[in-house]
């Protein structure tokens, strides 16, 4: 049995001490919802165990061996001692999951709008980028100061970036990015 913890919020319930400790060193107490402290709560975690923070999507967020170095405002928390052997600490956004009934990590599945938006993302990056290299050509050409490798360059720079405006994401799975031009 997995021992999960969370939401944690904000306690206002302070004794004297931790008081002062939050007005000299800015120090924020938490505590979940059936009233653990945080810090009192690390205490117990054992050391081999690799602790994630988690939302209420079950995405983790963050994981440390160290709880230390976790604050878990607004997620959850659970001690996990079996890992998948490719886990790798997680960027916000949520590449795995906390499968709460099973008590394990899997590697997140995105939805089908979740694909498309990812790979909207994507071809907005590599517009961007295309941007950048097309922007000094076009002023060359425009000022007649282009030689005819940057005009080769500009005109073949230009179809990529009208080839990725054109290009179908409402299937993922199917995308074929265009090469980049050399």
Request: charged content about 25%.
């Given at each position: 049995?997995?021992?999960a913890y969370g939401p944690f919020s904000i306690r206002n319930d302070l004794n004297e001490e931790e008081t002062a400790l939050q007005s000299?060193?800015?120090?924020?107490?938490?505590?979940?919802?059936?009233?653990?402290?945080?810090?009192?709560?690390?205490?117990?975690?054992?050391?081999?165990?690799?602790?994630?923070?988690?939302?209420?999507?079950?995405?983790?967020?963050?994981?440390?061996?160290?709880?230390?170095?976790?604050?878990?405002?607004?997620?959850?928390?659970?001690?996990?001692?079996?890992?998948?052997?490719?886990?790798?600490?997680?960027?916000?956004?949520?590449?795995?999951?906390?499968?709460?009934?099973?008590?394990?990590?899997?590697?997140?599945?995105?939805?089908?709008?979740?694909?498309?938006?990812?790979?909207?993302?994507?071809?907005?990056?590599?517009?961007?980028?295309?941007?950048?290299?097309?922007?000094?050509?076009?002023?060359?050409?425009?000022?007649?100061?282009?030689?005819?490798?940057?005009?080769?360059?500009?005109?073949?720079?230009?179809?990529?970036?009208?080839?990725?405006?054109?290009?179908?994401?409402?299937?993922?799975?199917?995308?074929?990015?265009?090469?980049?031009?050399?």
């Amino acid at each position: 049995m997995i021992n999960a913890y969370g939401p944690f919020s904000i306690r206002n319930d302070l004794n004297e001490e931790e008081t002062a400790l939050q007005s000299s060193h800015n120090v924020m107490f938490i505590a979940d919802s059936d009233g653990n402290d945080w810090y009192e709560l690390q205490k117990i975690f054992q050391a081999e165990t690799l602790k994630i923070v988690f939302d209420e999507n079950n995405l983790i967020n963050s994981a440390s061996y160290d709880a230390s170095t976790l604050f878990p405002l607004s997620f959850y928390v659970a001690e996990m001692s079996t890992v998948p052997d490719d886990f790798t600490l997680p960027p916000p956004g949520g590449q795995w999951v906390f499968d709460s009934e099973s008590e394990a990590i899997s590697q997140r599945v995105y939805t089908e709008a979740e694909l498309i938006e990812q790979a909207e993302q994507e071809r907005t990056t590599r517009i961007a980028a295309a941007t950048v290299v097309i922007d000094p050509l076009r002023d060359a050409v425009e000022l007649g100061r282009a030689t005819e490798e940057q005009r080769a360059r500009l005109l073949a720079w230009q179809n990529y970036r009208i080839d990725l405006i054109e290009l179908d994401l409402s299937v993922p799975s199917a995308v074929v990015w265009p090469d980049l031009p050399e």
